[in-house]
């Protein structure tokens, strides 16, 4: 594609901000819109740096730095040697959803906020996809049912939570709706972060495996007859059984939590930063 010509003209513009924005973050800012209003796609090429120096009258540490932006957002993958230079990617929505959860860690984000959209977006999404699973959809869904009945001991336990919520995460990938299905990833990878990681503290709850694996069976068999009345239904009473059992999980962490400090088999939970001092201690 022939290679247009970057709006010079790089705005300041708009509401106030507690921090002026670098001139490296608003050149970056202009080569998105520039890319938006061209159509780019993936594997098209941006102006080199030399060109971009020119049109934009910065140095070449600047230009760098706004296309390191680009790279970091996952926008462009920057490529050297002689045919080298920024190369335009499809974002993936990892980039999007880490630093979604990274602010949402500071909200004191539980189980019930989550919960109070999954249900109702799961049950969306699940009858979204009703006669769009291929059959390799239905084997990797059986294939993840099967490799989640095998697991077994508590070496096995976090490795099973993990497959459960790819269960899911199959499903959104088939959903025609980009934005509903990035939701939902979404909401899955917040519950990978607030159970998963945290299930170290609790025993397993074989009643909450074994709940999960039948929910997931029942979804299958409605989805191969494309009963989308029965698909909407299971998925919502598996919904409100997952928050079900997340509540209860909670509890036990809260309790857990109270006594670990009393507890020698609970240290090597804690992270060896709380044995830092912070800058609040006293002296």
């Known amino acids: 594609m022939t290679q247009a010509p970057v709006t010079k003209t790089v ?50 540490a600047t230009v760098r730095e706004a296309l390191k932006i680009l790279e970091v957002e996952g926008l462009i ?18 980039p999007a959803s880490r630093m979604l959860r990274n602010f949402l860690h500071f909200q004191q984000l539980n189980g019930k906020q ?16 009703v006669g769009r699973l291929t059959d390799h959809d239905f084997q990797q869904l059986e294939a993840n049912v099967s490799a989640c009945a ?48 945290k299930k170290a503290y609790v025993p397993e709850r074989k009643q909450f495996d074994h709940a999960n694996q039948d929910y997931h069976r029942q979804l299958i068999e409605a989805y191969r007859t494309e009963d989308a009345q029965r698909v909407r239904q299971v998925m919502a009473e598996h919904m409100a059984d997952a928050e079900h059992h997340m509540s209860a999980l909670e509890a036990e962490m809260a309790e857990q939590m109270l006594i670990s400090n009393e ?21």
């Open 263 to 283: 507890s020698p088999n609970l240290q090597n939970h804690r992270s060896k930063l709380h044995d830092l001092p912070t800058e609040n201690a006293s002296v």
């Open 77 to 94: 993958t920057l490529k050297t040697g002689p045919k080298g230079g920024a190369v335009i990617n499809q974002p993936g929505m990892e």
């Open 150 to 197: 095998c697991c077994g001991g508590e070496e096995d336990h976090r490795h099973q939570r993990f497959l459960e919520l790819e269960f899911h995460q199959l499903l959104a990938r088939a959903c025609p709706n980009p934005l509903l299905a990035f939701m939902c990833q979404f909401l899955n990878d917040m519950l990978r972060d607030l159970v998963v990681i």
């Open 114 to 129: 989550v919960y109070q959209l999954r249900k109702l977006l799961e049950v969306e999404l699940a009858a979204s996809v």
């Open 11 to 60: 705005s300041t513009s708009g509401p106030a901000s507690s921090r002026r924005p670098k001139l490296a973050e608003l050149i970056s800012d202009d080569i998105k819109r520039w890319i938006a209003a061209e159509s780019l796609g993936e594997g098209d090429r941006l102006p080199n740096e030399k060109a971009l120096m020119e049109l934009y009258g910065s140095a070449k």
